[in-house]
């Protein structure tokens, strides 16, 4: 029988905000003190600054001097570099993946495809976006190139929190799900040419959704 090692108190504290920044309870631009964070998870401050400078070089947490910690934001720049990273990236790992391991690739998406519905189908917000990450992970499982998988995980929590941030946006969850399964059927069938096409189509949405909520947003105010 082996045993489980307990995790220790900065990846505990670590794994607490990280996942609290993406699934937005706490959100982007909002500040984050040592004291407060240190008294809700029940540890010292120690563990906890040493979460938020890994969270920092993961973009996730950006610390000023004088100033402190703050949850990430976004420009519509920044927003855009991250698409353009994305599609470069996930469209050279998923040329990869079918060249390797297509069935197992196809198989997997169809999988999480069909959760995805189900999760949709319960109302289950949190689910559905966890499981959008899962989807994209996926290429990277299957291109097995450990070089590619390092710099895409270096920005996921990133990406999953832009994702989360967006998901609130007028059917946006409804045509995220709509692209996913038909890369689902593009894998299935094996058409890299129309993969690249649907996938520019689904991220390029993503920059176009933050561009169109910074404009509803300047409205209002």
Partial sequence: MSLTRPKSLRELALVHLR?????????MGQPLSER???????VS?????EALAQLRDEGL????????ARVFTLSEREVAQICDFRQAIEAAA????????PKALAGDMAKVVNEMAAARSKGDETKYLSLDTTFHQLIFQHCENDYLSASYS????????????LSTLP???ELSFEEHVKLADAVLAGDIAHIRRLLTRHIDR???????????QGEAV
Avoid: C, M, W
Avoid at 19 to 27: A, E, W
Avoid at 45 to 49: A, I, Q, T
Avoid at 94 to 101: G, K, M, P, V
């Fill in 19 to 27: 996942d609290r920044i993406i699934d937005g309870t706490l959100t």
């Fill in 36 to 42: 407060s964070l240190s008294g809700e998870l029940g």
């Fill in 45 to 49: 401050k120690s563990p906890v600054r």
């Fill in 61 to 68: 947490v950006t610390i000023e001097p004088q100033k402190g």
């Fill in 94 to 101: 998923f040329e990869i993946a079918l060249a390797r391991n």
């Fill in 154 to 165: 270096r920005y996921i929590g990133k990406i999953a929190a832009l994702r989360t941030h």
């Fill in 171 to 173: 059917h946006h969850t």
């Fill in 206 to 216: 993503t920059r176009q959704a933050y561009s169109s909520a910074n404009a509803a």
